[in-house]
């Protein structure tokens, strides 16, 4: 599977992006979908998930409220719709598939296939 983050951009505080994942060579539907994010010296850390059994959502409390996760399969991809952005919220956002169990939705190591990153800048 491969796949494509794209829809990152330079916003300012209480802005609003909209990050998409597109996959190829895979059905999303059959994936965990997620978003991981990285900023300079942290830690990737999870954003959000979609599992791909019943579609269930998950979230941090940091983006709880903010940020939503969702899926389209008929276009086979993911969309992070961010609003309410923070200046904490500046980092490459990866998307990411896999099918971790419920317990492990927000460990990074339980995933296959990540997208290349795509940079969200939250500055006045």
């Known amino acids: 599977v491969q796949l494509q983050a794209s829809g990152g951009g330079l916003v300012q505080p209480g802005g609003s992006l909209r990050l998409s994942c597109a996959a190829s060579?895979?059905?999303?539907?059959?994936?965990?979908i997620s978003w991981f994010r990285q900023s300079p010296g942290k830690e990737r850390e999870f954003v959000a998930g979609i599992r791909q059994s019943g579609g269930s959502t998950h979230y941090p409390d940091s983006v709880k409220g903010r940020f939503t996760i969702s899926r389209d399969n008929l276009k086979n991809t993911v969309y992070l719709q961010m609003n309410s952005l923070k200046p904490d919220d500046t980092a490459v956002y990866y998307c990411?598939?896999?099918?971790?169990?419920?317990?492990?939705?927000?460990?990074?190591?339980?995933?296959?296939?990540w997208g290349q990153g795509t940079q969200v800048t939250v500055s006045s």
């Open positions: 990411a598939a896999g099918r971790p169990v419920l317990s492990g939705v927000a460990q990074l190591g339980l995933y296959y296939y």
């Open positions: 060579g895979g059905t999303i539907s059959t994936y965990t």
